[in-house]
């Protein structure tokens, strides 16, 4: 768990995200020996719980923000108050418009069950 200092800097981070109107959601997550994993090898679901032995980056949480950029996305990240041992990665969410013709054809019902659930 981080101390209270980190947090209150990380607060004051996820403020800064807020008040620039960009941050649409934020999460933590707990550790990997508190969850499993279901795997898919030969097609038939295998769940192991956690901890993985083999995992050595893991993912403690996310900020989902709306920019104009992959550039402003990284000016926003690298403003970050965070540790030496940690690592943000910057990726754009997939829009039906990145699929080709087909895919967006069989996912048709996918943004109306996003709004529905949101």
């Known amino acids: 768990m981080p101390d209270a200092k980190a947090v209150e800097a990380m607060m004051k981070y996820n403020e800064e995200l807020q008040k620039a109107g960009v941050l649409l959601t934020l999460e933590g997550l707990h550790p990997p020996s ?4 279901v795997a898919f090898a030969g097609g038939k679901p295998k769940v192991t719980d956690g901890p993985f032995a083999e995992a050595t980056e893991v993912l403690g949480g996310f900020w989902m923000i ?12 690298s403003r970050c108050p965070a540790s030496a041992n940690e690592i943000i990665e910057v990726r754009q969410i997939q829009e039906m418009a990145d699929f080709p013709a087909d895919v967006q054809k069989a996912a048709e019902g996918f943004t109306e069950m996003q709004t529905r659930t949101a």
């Open 66 to 77: 709306q920019v104009k950029s992959k550039e402003e996305a990284i000016q926003w990240a």
């Open 34 to 37: 508190m969850g499993a994993r």
